[in-house]
């Protein structure tokens, strides 16, 4: 079936340390992996994505990787700043691509 | 450019009576989805419209329909509302039609049904 599962559900780190966020999918179609984050209140928004064809993406303190044979990806955050702390979402399209599964989420805090 | 924009902002409405949510995407953009996303859950997928046809369903009632106009703004309907369909309404913009583009979301309908 189509599922994606993230973990942790919540994560506090110390402002400048690294947080990761995990998510596993099931479809092995799956060919397209972007990252949401989405401050309270506000609507999600794409930070980072990855495509099949590549193992490990970086955008300055953030960076994402895939294991296309697990079936997982990572976000991770480097040098954390207080403007970090939101909700991330993990996300991956279905067989077609027609239907994009998200992930639960992830509450980061960081903590000044 | 302009953004995702989405109307009206928040709407409260009664069981049973019908709900209209309007999306414009990016300009250039053919592609419009319909997300539910319920306080502390992620978005869950409602419909995928691509050049005025229906591609994708998620996994709601025959309630929820949709659809897509030549310039490619979109209407979501939901008939009969009940309390469960309380929740924030997103709509999201891709140039094309599957998964592998990205996405962008608007700010969102906040419906209150009482």
């Known amino acids: 079936g189509e599922n994606v599962e993230q973990h942790p559900s919540t994560l506090s780190v110390q402002e400048g340390d690294s947080a990761v966020i995990k998510c596993t999918y099931s479809?092995?179609?799956?060919?397209?992996f972007p990252w949401y984050k989405q401050e309270l209140g506000k609507r999600p928004q794409l930070i980072i994505d990855?495509?099949?064809?590549?193992g490990e993406k970086k955008d300055q303190r953030i960076a994402v990787t895939l294991n296309k044979t697990a079936k997982h990806f990572s976000l991770h955050i480097t040098e954390t700043q207080p403007e970090d702390s939101a909700v991330y979402f993990c996300a991956a399209p279905n067989t077609g691509g027609f239907k994009t599964i998200f992930g639960a989420g992830t509450r980061l805090f960081v903590k000044a | 450019d302009a953004g995702v924009t989405q109307s009206p902002t928040h709407l409260i409405k009664t069981r049973g009576q019908h709900v209209t949510l309007r999306c414009s995407p990016i300009s250039g953009h053919k592609s419009v989805s319909w997300y539910q996303q319920v306080l502390g859950q992620g978005p869950q997928f409602i419909f995928q419209y691509y050049e005025k046809e229906e591609r994708g369903r998620g996994n709601f009632p025959d309630r929820f329909s949709a659809r897509q106009f030549p310039n490619y703004s979109s209407e979501l309907n939901v008939n009969a509302l009940l309390l469960g369909d309380s929740a924030l309404y997103l709509c999201?913009?891709?140039?094309?039609?599957?998964?592998?583009?990205?996405?962008?979301f608007g700010p969102g309908t906040r419906l209150t049904v009482t």
């Open positions: 479809d092995s179609a799956s060919n397209y």
């Open positions: 999201a913009s891709s140039l094309e039609g599957w998964g592998t583009y990205e996405q962008y």
């Open positions: 990855i495509r099949s064809n590549v």
